[in-house]
Nanobody, 122 residues
Framework: QVQLVESGGGSVQSGGSLRLSCAAS????????MGWFRQVPGKQREGVAR???????IYSDSVTGRFTAFQDYAKNTLYLEMNNLKTEDTAVYYC????????????????WGQGTQVTVSS
């Protein structure tokens, strides 16, 4: 089992920055395939960044150049550094962990955090 707990969300003005954290715990923590997703009420969940351990990261077009996902394996923590935030970035952000890269690419995962709200105002 893996437990994921996000933190770091909040309210910020357009152009500002936030760093989200996702702490992983449990007896099955591997952090091989993890991702950040976001969801706005009434819309489908969107993949923001998907990271494959020791290989690389895939970002959605909407955040490329502004968001950076990275991991601290010593702390079992996944981060999402968000810069130049825009009002359209407002959403609940979730981290996810899975044992298969293809599943994560499709937006599926065995483990999800509870989500953290990010609100960007103009």
């Amino acid at each position: 089992q893996v437990q994921l707990v996000e933190s770091g969300g909040g309210s910020v003005q357009s152009g500002g920055s936030l760093r989200l954290s996702c702490a992983a715990s449990g007896d099955s923590v591997k952090m091989y395939y993890m991702g950040w997703f976001r969801q706005v009420p009434g819309k489908q969940r969107e993949g923001v960044a998907r990271i494959e351990r020791d290989v690389g990261t895939i970002y959605s077009d909407s955040v490329t150049g502004r968001f950076t996902a990275f991991q601290d394996y010593a702390k079992n923590t996944l981060y999402l550094e968000m810069n130049n935030l825009k009002t359209e970035d407002t959403a609940v952000y979730y981290c996810a962990d899975d044992r298969r890269w293809d599943r994560l690419l499709l937006g599926s995962a065995d483990y999800w955090g509870q989500g953290t709200q990010v609100t960007v105002s103009s």
